[in-house]
């Protein structure tokens, strides 16, 4: 709802209205005020799935990988993947740069660090 209002207000040619100091403090205690009452709703759970699904080609040959990972806290398994990955930079097995994840990393070896440090449920569908 804020968003929209600020949108909205902006597109009236109202948002210099935010530069006054009242209504800027009004804003930010209605925000305040906003995410103090979705903590106390408590929607959602900490339930995760991750579905993965790829084709492509390998070695001259066509391909394709099906897995998905279950389990709880969504919050601790975005922690352990950053764990995974920063223990196996901490190893000295890859060159110095800028790569991406899949870069440095196959899937089944994160999987498997993973399963070692995390209560995960991995399903290769393949």
Known sequence: ??????VVAKKLGLSYLLRVAVIK????M???LSLKLFEKLRIGTDLYTVKVEVSGEKQGKGVQYEASLTGNN???ITGEVAAVVVDY???GKKQAGVYYLEQMMELDEILFLLDERANVTY????
């Open 1 to 6: 709802m804020a968003t929209i209002g600020v």
């Open 25 to 28: 403090r009004a804003y930010r």
């Open 30 to 32: 209605f925000l305040s």
């Open 74 to 76: 969504n919050t601790k």
């Open 89 to 91: 930079l901490q190893s």
């Open 123 to 126: 399903m290769n569908h393949s």
